[in-house]
């Protein structure tokens, strides 16, 4: 499979790096940054968003603050590689709300997996659902001791 590329000039990667930094400005004030006006800042962002270059936007929280006190990896081995059984297993855990990312990978597993838990107790139970799901044969854990960086969006 053929890696999609857009073709961006030098104001439309200036406007993803603004965006990136700050989701929430005003379009006046990202085209004030980007060095253009307003209406064709606009037009932009719309061709930005409809091609897929920026997929959404949302706001950073504090895990911790909401009652979300681990963070835990999960490598994940399954039994079968085949198409139909690594989307059966994206499938069935992306509708867990503590998952928060999901990883096909290559070399020691077939998924790394970030997830979140309220405590040990429910660290213990995520633990215990992946082993247990179908076509699972080897879960290891690696819970968090802290994150010292974590960078939304890609270099620009």
Known sequence: MAERM????????RIVAELQADGRMTNV?????????????LRRVRRLEEE???????????AASLGWSITLFALIGLDSQKEAVLCAFENEISAWPEVRECH?????GDFL??????????????????TEAAHVVRVQTLQTIRSSLERPGVPV
């Open 104 to 108: 096909m990978i290559r070399g020691g």
């Open 52 to 62: 897929k270059v920026i997929l959404g936007y949302h706001a950073q929280t504090d």
């Open 6 to 13: 857009t073709e961006l000039d030098a104001i439309d990667r």
């Open 29 to 41: 004030e990202l085209a004030r940054r980007v060095g253009i006006s307003a209406p064709p800042c």
């Open 113 to 130: 997996v970030r997830l979140v838990a309220r405590d040990a107790t429910h660290e213990n139970q995520l633990t215990q659902r992946l």
